[in-house]
C-alpha cells in the first residue's frame, strides 16, 4: 500500500473531487482538516489550511497545494475520464500527450495539485 499526503484548500470539495470524479472511497473524516480517501492500494491524505501539515517550517517556508510531483493513475480508457473531467470543469495542465507508454494527460484537483491520468499502450 502506499499513502500519498497533498495539502488541500478545500477539505470537503476535495473529497468529492476525489471520490465523485475519479472513484476513490472515502475512508475516514477528522473534521475540516483532513481525510482520506482510498483507491485500490493507494491511500491519499487530504490535509486542508488548518491541519498540521500545513504549519510553517522552522525556516519559515509554507507548505501549500500545487507543484509538479504527482501521482499517476491508470485507466482503461483516457477519454472517457477527460470527458468526466471537462464536464465537471476540472482544469488541465495540457492535452493528451501519446507516447512510447501509451497516454497521459495531467488535470489539477481543486487545490492545483496535479494528477497524471494514464492510460497503457
Do not use: C, H
Not at 20 to 41: N, S, Y
Not at 87 to 99: E, K, M, P, Y
Amino acid at each position: 500500500m502506499a499513502t500519498v499526503r497533498y495539502l488541500v484548500k478545500d477539505v470537503e470539495q476535495s473529497i468529492t473531487f476525489y471520490v465523485d470524479l475519479l472513484g476513490f472511497e472515502l475512508e475516514e473524516r477528522m473534521g475540516p482538516a483532513f481525510a482520506i480517501v482510498k483507491l485500490g492500494d493507494l491511500n491519499l491524505w487530504l490535509s486542508g489550511p488548518q491541519a498540521s501539515a500545513a504549519k510553517p517550517m522552522p525556516d519559515g517556508r509554507q507548505p501549500e497545494a500545487g507543484g509538479w510531483n504527482r501521482f499517476v493513475l491508470e485507466v482503461d480508457d483516457i477519454q472517457v475520464v477527460v470527458d468526466r473531467l471537462t464536464q465537471a470543469g476540472a482544469v488541465f495542465r495540457n492535452t493528451i500527450l501519446s507516447g512510447v507508454g501509451g497516454k497521459q494527460i495531467v488535470v489539477d484537483d481543486p487545490s492545483g495539485n496535479p494528477i497524471e491520468i494514464f492510460q497503457p499502450k
